[in-house]
């Protein structure tokens, strides 16, 4: 027992490993082939030693091969080197990022305070970086996609509103798998450039309109427009619950008859979170965004209720809740 909560004590030591393995270039300097540590430390500028002892490590857990003295890259470390589904090139940047401030978790825990400013303060300081966590969300939306597109909640809907639909990554995958719909992204003007290099990319820029909205604020700056399902990602639990449950109200409001409001995030049941990496999501945006949380389900279903919903069906994914529900008649 002692050395099972010892070994739970010390996880983040793997993710150490993995995340300076990333940083400084290790798995990119293995892409060609099989290479003793010298070799990788002439390549990644560090010393032999210290370079032959972090290629153990990450070996003696199976994140890389190891065939005599040289070290290769495996199913495993190839992820590394990837973007898009499966690839964890700048989704290891993103948790790199917030690697330090979890060592500050009883900071946030006793204050009540996040560790980080709130996102629009860390746009206008350092957008380079906001541009690199969309993108890596963008890695994420590809990923969970289909079983998100699968609940059959987009279903029938001519026009669909992605409302603060971020670097473009549901967006685009809805499009993709939606080719009838006409998709609208809607966010802040300046993260609309972030997008547009997505859909670009990913070929699909036509499919998608974009446009500039403020979900904070009344109409959200959409003139009025409504469409036939409304698409709420992972947007709630980046505020508090009176400001949620304000974006729920304006989202609502720009559904048409007859169409849906369709919410996808990391809820808390009602009988209190059991799983433990959602768990987790929740002290994560203790740490990382001021006011942020999950919400209870029984919260935002009630919120959609009083927006003029009715009663919303939930569908529980891999990671999170989707919850879909029409206009009353």
């Not at 004590?9 to 940083?23: D, E, G, N, P, V």
Request: glycine share 10%.
């Amino acid at each position: 027992m002692t050395m099972d909560a010892y070994a739970e004590l010390t996880l983040y030591q793997r993710s150490a490993a993995l995340m300076a393995a990333a940083k400084l270039g290790v798995f990119a300097a293995l892409a060609d082939g099989p290479l003793a540590p010298p070799q990788v430390a002439d390549r990644i500028a560090a010393p032999a030693d210290a370079v032959a002892r972090l290629l153990s490590a990450l070996a003696a857990h199976d994140y890389v091969a190891v065939d005599g003295e040289k070290f290769a890259l495996n199913d495993f470390s190839r992820s590394f080197l990837r973007e898009g589904v499966g690839g964890m090139l700048r989704l290891a940047w993103k948790e790199h990022v917030f690697y330090t401030l979890w060592s500050r978790l009883d900071e946030a825990v006793s204050t009540s305070k996040a560790l980080l400013p709130s996102f629009p303060d860390r746009a206008a300081r350092d957008f380079p970086s906001i541009e690199k966590f969309l993108l890596a969300l963008n890695d994420l939306a590809e990923m969970t996609a289909p079983g998100v597109i699968a609940t059959g909640a987009f279903g029938g809907a001519a026009t669909i509103l992605d409302l603060g639909g971020g670097g473009g990554g549901y967006g685009a995958e809805l499009a993709r798998a939606l080719p009838s719909a006409r998709v609208t992204l809607a966010d802040l003007s300046e993260i609309l450039p972030v997008a547009r290099g997505h859909l670009e990319r990913k070929r699909i820029g036509d499919q998608v309109e974009l446009v500039s909205a403020d979900f904070l604020k009344d109409g959200c700056g959409l003139a009025g427009r409504q469409f036939d399902c409304v698409f709420l990602s992972h947007v709630l639990h980046d505020f508090d619950a009176p400001t949620a449950a304000a974006i729920v109200q304006r989202a609502a409001r720009l559904v048409r008859s007859g169409g849906r409001l369709v919410i996808l995030d990391v809820l808390v049941p009602d009988g209190g979170q059991k799983n433990p990496v959602e768990a987790l999501f929740d002290l994560m945006m203790l740490v990382e965004v001021p006011g942020g949380r999950s919400h209870r389900i029984a919260e935002v279903t009630g919120w959609m209720q009083s927006a003029g919903m009715a009663l919303p069906t939930s569908h529980k994914l891999y990671f999170g809740i989707l919850i879909e529900a029409a206009p009353l008649a």
